[in-house]
């Protein structure tokens, strides 16, 4: 037998900055006292605790000690070690316990499950297969690397009924592989039985699919090896942030009417919030709530109300704003953190390089959630109830006693928002967590989400816009005719295009043409983050101005976008989002009654593109004959017309198809939940670099630029394809230099990257000239390849 280091002589990373050392016996009980009572009468409860305690047993091995210690370069497996050991050690226990039919079945259930989550804990969640989870990786010589014996007798200490010797081990390893199969299969009829004797077996399995000892595990590992704790509100901060978002609304309030927005908007606005805070109050201990109101009247700050309210009633103790895109996020982040004076932790993929100084704990508690305040993507949401990798799961602890504010969840793909509502709803369940839906365009919600709806009927004012649907088909030539024309008349005109290919084509001829005063811009996603939120920035102060301005966007523009046009094109593209588009005409009242046009669209007269970006058939036929029943309407006619909408479309098209990837998952199979995707996942983009944009960026990330690429943006992707540098970073500086990257890349088609993008095989290329990238309209206006789906 080789030798081995004494467990107690084993560490779990190198020593701390004060010199004090790590060890490993102290990390597992740690983990093991975060997931479980081993004095607890629960069974379950001690399982948990010994997936605690051998997690990270691996790391016992020689090899790996030398690893940790700089004496060997690479990191041997220590996960599916852990996986192995804790199996063992479960079912030595099992044995003991002497439990029958179902309930052995579930206790076997519950070991299979944290097999897999210890094999996982360092990377993607695995499914409950034939093969155990540590298949392949180790082999039964890898065990004589550990103190086996060591491992045994601290397992004993706190779970007196393991009894086992080293010798038990030997005949544990020629059988692992049946007593898995079996440990499996009875697993399966566990929860089969367990699903065909609910209600509903879609509720049943999302139940199941709330991964709290997934996330137990991760937090409690991670938790203690960065050395963090929990971030949340207590009942008086969150009273002094209530009555600090009072005074800031009261201030505001007399911002806005000196900048022009009528009396009666900001008297309506404050009337709203009072009307969904005292709704709220009478029904706070309930769990859904909606806010529907039109766009311009304040969603987001009477939402953000009724969650600290919460907050402040001791009813949750953490806020997480949920928005679909970045533009949206980031206008919401400020607004939040101004109406609260508090600091918002911002999760999304360019979180990383909004700080200067990082660390591994920091890095930690924004992947956790842990702050008061939290500010993220419907992309990172949806990882947080549907993980795809085990990191993820730590989100979940965040979202315990959590107020949840997602805005215009009608962006949400229609094809996954069931599934979403029914896993939400387990989530809520399990977590005492809060949901309030914010939009002017809510989607049919499940009836057993019993929702409740805060916002007060608005009583008729002025309408701030008139819509005309226009007929028979229109080629960019006319649509570029159409807005030039209404330039000249109301002064700021929108154009709403469906494709980029479809903006960028009215733009050039409205370019060519217009040759009068005004300023024209482009807004689309074939644009860098820093050139979009800089667009977004000339055209505000534009408007301001009084000059006369178009903008010709794709539905970049028609959500979370705070602007505000006399006249609005938008080319028909679905329902909802010809109601957002609504919300650019006279956003504050402030003029008189605003222009939209609502037209179909033929490119060169004769190709429909919508198809492209709206791929559900039934959405869009419901939307025409939303249209053809309705030519001509004003503001307060919307409601009906979205409802309308959604009626006809639940009829035809009910969204339920992916619930049975509900029941797979509960069944074992969890990647068919893992890599849902809130919009959808067939459009395949590449992200291509673009040397452009270092004059736009602000003195925090020029200040991150010149720590990886002192000589400027020309070196930075040099950087990137120099192998030895890229493995030189370690894991926070590499995820940092990958985010400063995603600031100077554009997302492409295919097709496209092919034609423009060098031959260098990196997973991120670069385009062969610099002069291809526009600063008027980025990549939108190259000819060859087609722009067909819009990117955000």
């Not at 929860?191 to 937090?219: H, Q």
């Not at 927005?261 to 005292?278: A, C, D, F, K, L």
């Not at 309407?633 to 509900?662: A, C, F, M």
Request: aromatic share 10%; net charge neutral; with cysteine.
């Amino acid at each position: 037998m080789s030798m081995v280091i004494p467990l107690s002589k084993c560490i779990a990373r190198p020593g701390s900055l004060d010199g004090s050392p790590n060890p490993l016996v102290d990390h597992l009980l740690a983990v093991a006292r975060g997931m479980g009572d081993p004095s607890s009468n629960l069974e379950e409860e001690k399982l948990n605790f010994l997936a605690g305690l051998l997690h990270d047993a691996g790391k016992a091995r020689i090899s790996w000690q030398k690893f940790i210690k700089g004496e060997e370069k690479e990191s041997p497996w220590h996960s599916p070690l852990g996986s192995a050991l804790f199996f063992f050690s479960s079912r030595v226990l099992m044995e003991k316990w002497q439990k029958e039919g179902e309930a052995r079945q579930r206790l076997q259930w519950i070991s299979c499950s944290l097999a897999i989550d210890i094999a996982s804990h360092h990377g993607a969640l695995k499914d409950l297969t034939e093969n155990p989870p540590w298949f392949g990786n180790i082999a039964k010589d890898t065990f004589e690397e550990i103190d086996l014996d060591g491992l045994m007798v601290l397992v004993k200490q706190y779970l007196p009924e393991f009894c086992c010797e080293r010798s038990d081990f030997d005949s544990y390893w020629s059988n692992y592989q049946k007593t898995w199969e079996i440990w499996k299969n009875n697993a399966s009829r566990y929860l089969r039985a367990r699903i065909g004797r609910s209600n509903s077996k879609y509720d049943e399995a999302c139940k199941i699919n709330v991964r709290t000892n997934t996330s137990r595990l991760i937090s409690a590992d991670r938790f203690d090896a960065a050395k963090i704790r929990e971030n949340h509100f207590e009942t008086s901060l969150a009273e002094e942030a209530l009555d600090y978002f009072s005074r800031y609304c009261d201030l505001r309030a007399r911002e806005v009417a000196k900048h022009g927005v009528p009396s009666h908007m900001v008297e309506t606005r404050q009337n709203i919030q009072e009307g969904v805070y005292s709704s709220w109050l009478s029904n706070c201990d309930r769990k859904f709530f909606s806010n529907i109101l039109p766009t311009g009247y304040g969603k987001t700050l009477s939402a953000l109300r009724v969650a600290l309210g919460s907050c402040a009633k001791g009813k949750t103790s953490r806020i997480v704003y949920v928005a679909p895109y970045l533009s949206i996020l980031s206008q919401a982040s400020k607004e939040i953190s101004m109406a609260t004076g508090m600091e918002v932790m911002s999760h999304h993929h360019l979180s990383i390089l909004q700080e200067q100084e990082i660390d591994d704990a920091w890095y930690l508690a924004m992947e956790s959630w842990q702050s008061p305040v939290v500010a993220t993507t419907y992309n990172q949401f949806f990882r947080a109830i549907f993980p795809y990798k085990a990191q993820q799961s730590l989100r979940l602890k965040a979202l315990r006693n959590c107020f949840v504010i997602i805005d215009e969840p009608q962006i949400i793909d229609w094809g996954v928002w069931q599934t979403f509502l029914y896993q939400l709803s387990a989530v809520a369940a399990e977590l005492n967590t809060k949901v309030l839906f914010t939009t002017a365009t809510m989607p049919p919600l499940n009836s057993h989400l019993d929702v409740i709806p805060l916002a007060p009927r608005i009583e008729p004012g002025p309408n701030r816009y008139k819509v005309t649907v226009l007929q028979g088909g229109h080629s960019e030539d006319i649509v570029a005719q159409m807005a030039m024309e209404k330039l000249r008349q109301k002064g700021s005109v929108a154009v709403i295009m469906n494709t980029i290919k479809d903006a960028a084509l009215v733009y050039k001829i409205v370019k060519s043409k217009y040759n009068e005063d005004g300023s024209i811009f482009f807004l689309s996603g074939a644009m860098t983050s820093v050139h979009k939120a800089e667009r977004i920035k000339e055209i505000r102060e534009t408007l301001t101005g009084n000059k006369k301005v178009m903008v010709i966007s794709t539905q970049l523009l028609e959500a979370g976008v705070d602007l505000s046009f006399k006249c609005v094109f938008r080319a028909i593209p679905i329902t909802p989002s010809i109601i957002q588009a609504f919300g650019r005409a006279n956003r504050h009242a402030e003029g008189d009654m605003a222009e939209v046009y609502v037209f179909p669209f033929l490119r060169e007269g004769e190709q429909e593109t919508r198809q492209w970006v709206y791929r559900n058939r039934i959405s869009r036929e419901e939307t025409d004959r939303c249209l053809s029943s309705h030519t001509s309407w004003k503001e307060d006619e919307s409601e009906g017309i979205v409802l309308d909408y959604y009626k006809g479309l639940i009829t035809r098209n009910p969204s339920t198809g992916g619930l049975e990837k509900i029941v797979r998952a509960a069944m074992g199979e969890w990647s068919a939940l893992s890599g849902i995707e809130p919009f959808g996942g067939d459009n395949y983009k590449i992200d291509v670099f673009v040397p452009f944009g270092e004059d736009l960026l602000d003195e925090k990330a020029l200040q991150i630029l010149s720590h990886f690429s002192p000589k400027g943006l020309a070196y930075l992707y040099d950087l990137y394809l120099n192998r030895s540098w890229m493995a030189s970073l370690d894991f926070l500086e590499r995820k940092r230099f990958i985010s400063l990257l995603g600031f100077f890349t554009v997302p492409v088609s295919l097709e496209l990257a092919s034609e423009m993008a060098d031959s260098s095989g990196a997973i991120i290329p670069r385009i062969t000239k610099s002069d291809l990238y526009s600063r008027e309209a980025g990549l939108a206006l190259l000819e060859p390849g087609d722009f067909s789906l819009c990117c955000f």
